[in-house]
């Protein structure tokens, strides 16, 4: 295309964001129309992509950061020939592909789903790391990020590592329209302002004018052309570009145009211009799936003590010798979730984020994108400050592992900072995940070679402590179920618990056993979806239930239980110890103890228990 029909593809871009929304009665027309001229450029002259088959190992990869410019999307769609003009006028409408913010749910060429902003750029890093490190087919991955978003923090996690990784497959574009929802942004249009920071993570810097359509072009052709460093293109644009009555003005963010048939009309009318994209060249994938049957976990004695922790990366690293689509990733404390016996075995698999938990699970995104299967690990406390990435990797429908060490006050003395006490709530109020929370080695093993052939979003807990080894080798510890350690016709109680709890319980039913209590113990290691069959069968038979877990008391094990429960049938008695009060520095016993989750305040509890039961 030359200059002339360049600019006309950049004025349909505008008009159809401005139909879509005008529509819909609602969206972002006003921060689709600053960036139309970028996307007319990309989208005809430099994006390499096959429509018909978003999953081509060659095709270049686009991720809308600005999540809330999906009408400009979407209109690309359409010129592109991917949509009709039909289904672009059903934007937002209930059912319909086009939704407000867009998913890899609903539309095949979508990579990610962004909306939260601050997120398509650490994505992005993700799916570049893929093709350069192990894909190595040369695509490129392009990021449209607005100017506003340039204030999250996770977007300088982002560039500090493509820099450092040298991901010159990378190009961020930033549309620099200056207005942000309420106002004018931090910069305003100092493009210099944003170039000095990303010169300083070591990208390669282009400042333009956006609607400079020739030098748009060129800025993109300088960045395919850059090697060893990562590009962005700091675009100075106009927000509402080309409609008076609203181009650079505030107050009109995520509204709907006043006048659309006069804005259409100012923009020149309704176009049906069609563009042939390039293809994408021949590729092929490099990794392969390996059978599940050809793992061979490690394999660890009754009686033998072995933190869960261990058991995760030696399972981990057997996993990887199996399956050439595994891949790990850490965030700067390898050497204490062992995510580095993995690392050492295969470290053109692993991936090093360094303190940055956000991008270590934008990475995560990025990897599963392109077909891996990542597990990423950190303290279970510092995963809470990447909570709006797994939520949005939910959204996306990703399949990624998550794993958090150090778990609980049984860490001991490091004190409260450092003890995930909130991570089991966090996991299991995400959409369609899966919480796993093993009590031993060969426990940990199977369930982490399961994790992988699970869909969504997976968590496992592990511990730092060693404890004993309950089962042997060839148990089995489906998903969605459990285990019943201590059972009998005479039950008058049953103790639920998972992880370092287990261990306490038994030690408490073994206690109650000698003062002629009989106890049932559960090993609730499935916490989600939880063995609802199970908890109801002990519910009948013993009519107590008492649960036990070393987190706090909203969200853990104690409401995984109750949800069991929440059928309409009568709830059985039910009570609950947990971590309530804020722990200090101690030995991990001493932990248990003050915090009341010990064997002997779970026996405690038990014969308060059983005693009401009985008076009642």
């Known amino acids: 295309m030359n200059t002339r029909q360049l600019t006309e593809l950049g004025q349909q871009l505008r008009v159809d964001s401005v139909r879509a929304a005008d529509a819909a009665s609602s969206g972002h027309p006003t921060s689709s129309m600053s960036a139309a001229d970028l996307m007319a450029v990309l989208l005809a002259h430099h994006l390499r992509y096959d429509f018909d088959r978003p999953a081509h190992p060659g095709n270049d990869r686009f991720i809308l950061s600005k999540g809330h410019a999906s009408p400009l999307l979407y209109a690309a769609y359409k010129a592109a020939g991917a949509i009709d003009d039909a289904e672009l006028l059903t934007f937002r ?4 592909r086009l939704e407000g913010h867009p998913t890899p749910r609903r539309l095949p060429w979508v990579e990610t789903a962004t909306g939260s902003l601050g997120q398509g750029l650490p994505v992005g890093v993700g799916i570049a790391l893929s093709g350069k490190r192990l894909e190595r087919t ?22 500090e590592h493509a820099g450092y990784e040298h991901l010159d497959n990378l190009t961020a574009i930033v549309d620099v329209n200056r207005l942000g929802q309420r106002g004018p942004t931090r910069h305003g249009h100092d493009l210099d302002a944003y170039a000095r920071r990303f010169q300083a993570f070591g990208w390669h810097t282009i400042e333009i004018d956006g609607h400079d359509v020739d030098a748009v072009d060129r800025a993109y052709g300088e960045a395919e052309s850059t090697s060893g460093q990562p590009t962005v293109i700091l675009a ?18 995520g509204k709907p145009l006043p006048d659309a048939e006069e804005a259409i009309a100012e923009l ?35 009686g033998d003590e072995v933190a869960t922790r261990d058991a995760y990366g030696q399972a981990l690293t057997a996993l990887g010798g199996a399956r050439e689509d595994v891949v790990a990733i850490d965030g700067e404390v390898g050497d204490s979730t062992r995510s580095e016996y993995f690392a050492k075995e295969y470290p053109d698999r692993y991936f090093e984020c360094y303190i940055a938990e956000q991008q270590m699970v934008a990475a995560a995104v990025g990897l599963a994108a392109r077909g891996w299967v990542p597990y990423a690990a950190t303290f279970a406390a510092f995963l809470t400050r990447a909570h709006d990435f797994v939520r949005m990797a939910s959204i996306s429908g990703a399949g990624i592992n998550l794993v958090g060490s150090h778990a609980g006050v049984s860490i001991g003395q490091d004190g409260p900072s450092q003890m995930g006490l909130e991570d089991l709530a966090m996991f299991r109020s995400v959409y369609d995940s899966t919480v796993l929370y093993p009590c031993d080695a060969n426990q940990t093993a199977k369930l982490v070679a ?5 869909d969504g979003v997976r968590y496992l807990r592990t511990s730092r402590g060693a404890s004993p080894v309950l089962y042997g080798p060839d148990e089995e510890f489906p998903v969605g179920g459990s285990k019943v350690l201590r059972s009998s016709g005479e039950d008058r109680l049953t103790l639920v618990a998972a992880g370092v709890t287990v261990h306490e319980a038994l030690a408490a039913a073994d206690s109650l056993a000698e003062a002629g209590i009989r106890a049932r113990v559960i090993d609730l290691y499935s916490v989600k979806p939880v063995d609802r069959d199970t908890l109801r069968q002990a519910a009948e038979d013993t009519g107590c239930l008492l649960t036990v877990e070393d987190h706090r008391e909203e969200g853990g094990i104690g409401d995984a239980v109750l949800d069991a429960f929440l059928d309409g049938r009568p ?15 101690a030995s991990p016993a001493e932990q248990l103890h003050a915090a009341g989750i010990d064997a002997e305040s779970i026996a405690t509890a038990a014969r308060l228990l059983v005693e009401q039961a009985v008076v009642r």
């Open 236 to 253: 100075r644009t106009l927000k509402g570009k080309g409609v008076a009555a609203v181009e650079d003005r505030e107050g009109l963010h």
């Open 268 to 302: 020149g009318g309704v176009r049906e211009l069609r563009i042939e994209v390039q293809d994408p060249p021949a590729a092929r994938v490099l990794h392969a799936v390996a059978a599940p049957g050809q793992v061979e976990l490690p394999r660890y004695d009754k």
């Open 138 to 159: 040369g695509y490129r991955v392009w990021v449209l990020c607005g100017d506003s978003e340039l204030a999250e923090g996770s977007v300088w996690e982002a560039a």
């Open 450 to 454: 399961a994790m992988a052939g699970l």
């Open 93 to 96: 409408e209930l059912g319909s």
């Open 571 to 585: 709830v059985p008695r039910l009570v609950r110890l947990a971590v309530r009060t804020m722990p200090g520095s």
